[in-house]
């Protein structure tokens, strides 16, 4: 808790000033979470001090929101670019991205407790904290204004990925909310854009990308593998199946499904619980692709 705090104030995301008598003070809560390895141990343990957004006014306390992610889609193909061209790919985690976004409107929140300077006092927010509604328009906003600033052209199709083009040579990369993914064909290029992101923002070098949207990624001479075995490892033993049977094919050949069969009704939370499992791991078995499109027709 006071390593977030820390970071806020390093960013000069807030100051302490009389409670406003014409505005609206919002509530602060914090949230702790368990950080995990791609092998399921611990990484470390998060606190995150949250904005209680909920209470927000829209035209008031906020106007736009939207603010775009990047799609496995577009990552597939990138890693299928950087694998064709024999290129290696590299994370970049920005600490506390969404205190870096910066507001355009009037918000007072209240202090954190346990950690109060004083009576009568409250925040008022000049940098976004995690909760506001339009934190991570504000920090895309940010981000992509910097990577503009620096040469990049934002893609038409995909507005998470940016492309440089400098004396023959390419840089790419792609923005998921706190994560960077860069690569590009000439290694001077790629230090000198880390060395670039690391004097504006507060961030970790993560070496070699291993792990990113839930896929696990092994980079080699030979090319790039991915696979989700601990997520799906994780669904067999969120829905009891961690002992059950392997088969060659995902579905029997032939097989006919009835919405009423004479079997008991299924729980239908559960059922859509699983089916956004199962569709979340054919971004890398696209062989459980047919079966999963029929199962999700009795949603």
């Known amino acids: 808790m006071k390593k977030e705090l820390a970071m806020i104030d390093k960013n000069q995301t807030w100051m302490l000033v009389d409670t406003p008598t014409q505005k609206k003070v919002i509530g602060v809560k914090w949230i702790f979470k368990t950080k995990l390895n791609v092998d399921g141990k611990i990484n470390k343990h998060k606190a995150r001090l949250v904005v209680k957004g ?3 006014e829209a035209g008031i306390d906020f106007t736009e929101t939207f603010a775009p992610v990047s799609r496995h889609e577009t990552m597939k193909l990138l890693l299928a670019l950087v694998a064709q061209n024999d290129w ?5 985690d920005v600490k506390s991205a969404f205190l870096n976004g910066v507001l355009n409107e009037e918000i007072y929140v209240e202090q ?15 940098k976004a904290l995690y909760g506001l509604k339009q934190a ?17 052209n934002r893609s038409m199709n995909g507005v998470t990925l940016y492309v440089k083009h ?7 990369v792609s923005v998921y909310v706190d994560d960077l993914l860069i690569t590009g064909d000439k ?9 670039n992101m690391k004097d504006m923002f507060e961030m970790n070098e993560l070496g ?15 090319g790039y593998f991915l696979c989700q075995k601990c997520f799906s ?22 097989q006919k499904l009835m919405k009423e069969d004479g079997s008991p009704k299924a729980d239908g939370k559960v059922y859509r619980s699983l089916i956004g499992s199962v569709l979340y791991l054919t971004a890398t078995r696209p062989d459980i692709q047919f079966a999963v499109n029929y199962l999700s027709r009795f949603m």
């Open 54 to 56: 909920y209470s927000q």
């Open 233 to 254: 490892l994780k669904t067999l033993d969120n829905f009891a199946m961690s002992k059950c049977k392997r088969v060659i094919t995902p579905m029997i050949q032939g």
């Open 88 to 92: 290696y790919t590299f994370q970049l």
């Open 136 to 152: 991570p328009r504000a920090w895309y906003s940010r981000l992509g204004n910097h990577l503009l600033s620096l040469g990049f």
């Open 166 to 172: 400098a004396d023959g040579y390419k840089l790419i």
């Open 112 to 126: 954190p407790a346990g950690f109060e300077n004083s009576t009568n006092k409250v925040y008022l927010l000049k």
């Open 208 to 222: 070699l990308l291993i792990y990113f949207l839930g896929m696990e990624v092994t980079q080699s001479d030979q």
């Open 187 to 195: 290694e001077q290029l790629v230090e000198e854009f880390k060395t």
